[in-house]
């Protein structure tokens, strides 16, 4: 297997508009462990969502989220001011417009992390541009110890969060690619190279360098056609 490019995907040529990846999965797979991980020392437009739920211990308004009340949230939405928007475990969460396309538009990079439901928002309404990515987890058991061992939710929510992990799973398919979240560098190694081959999509495989070609061979790897129905339900069931 090609190893993966260990240089930081090169920013867009001048012109070229950003890629807008959405990193999706269930809660408490690691999206946010990774993302820190993957954009870290990369010019990438993180996008900051709106959400109603409570700030956690240690959570910034304006950083983590942006904090808002149910009125609040629903009087954006209704202004059109949300990419996507959904509900999640009695939450509202959304993806402010505005940031996003100046981001794309000045040519750079953006990453959304959200739940499924807005992922295929996302998808619906930006077709290909959006490349979407579902993180999996090794296995539904992982999946909850991991949720426990945050300690962020309650035991019922914990629950609430894991029946609809099943079922998000279930939609793996629907994503150009899926990436399995056990070994983090491993995992972090296969967002760079979907990130570095699909910036290199954007120019004919004539003028592709030899890491264009080994992280287009990375990232064909995780795409989500070569995941297989007894692979997925293998990790439902276990
Ligand atoms: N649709 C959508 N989901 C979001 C957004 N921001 C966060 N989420 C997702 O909402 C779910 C709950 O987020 P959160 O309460 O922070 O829990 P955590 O992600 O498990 O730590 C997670 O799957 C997030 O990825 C957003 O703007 N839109
Ligand atoms: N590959 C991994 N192996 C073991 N634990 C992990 C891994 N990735 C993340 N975690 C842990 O799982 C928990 C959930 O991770 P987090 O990034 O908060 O998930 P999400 O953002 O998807 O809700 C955290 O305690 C994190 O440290």
Do not use: C
């Not at 475990?89 to 739940?115: K, S």
């Not at 994503?175 to 004919?204: C, K, M, P, W």
């Not at 360098?209 to 439902?236: C, F, G, K, P």
């Amino acid at each position: 297997m090609a190893s993966a490019p260990q240089d930081r995907p090169a920013s867009s040529l001048p012109g070229e508009r950003g890629l807008l990846i959405v990193m999706t999965g269930a809660s408490g797979v690691g999206k946010g462990t990774l993302r820190e991980r993957w954009l870290a020392g990369q010019d990438v437009f993180y996008s900051t969502s709106w959400t109603t739920r409570e700030p956690r211990p240690g959570e910034v308004n304006g950083r983590d989220y942006v904090f808002v009340s149910p009125a609040e949230f629903l009087a954006k939405a209704q202004q059109g001011g949300f990419l996507e928007h959904a509900q999640f475990v009695g939450n509202h969460y959304g993806t402010p417009i505005e940031p996003i396309e100046a981001a794309l538009d000045r040519g750079q990079d953006v990453v959304l992390e959200i739940e499924v439901e807005g992922a295929m928002q996302v998808k619906d309404r930006m077709g290909e541009r959006a490349i979407l990515v579902f993180i999996m987890p090794p296995s539904l058991t992982e999946l909850r110890r991991r949720l426990t061992g945050r300690a962020t939710e309650t035991p019922e929510r914990i629950e609430k969060r894991l029946a609809r992990a099943r079922d998000e799973i279930q939609e793996a398919h629907a994503f150009r690619y899926v990436i399995v979240n056990d070994d983090l560098d491993r995992a972090v190694g296969e967002l760079l190279a979907v990130q570095h081959a699909e910036r290199a999509a954007q120019r004919s495989a004539e003028h592709w360098t030899e890491q264009d070609r080994e992280a287009r061979a990375l990232a064909d790897t995780v795409r989500s056609t070569a995941l297989s129905r007894e692979a997925l339900q293998r990790v439902v069931e276990s």
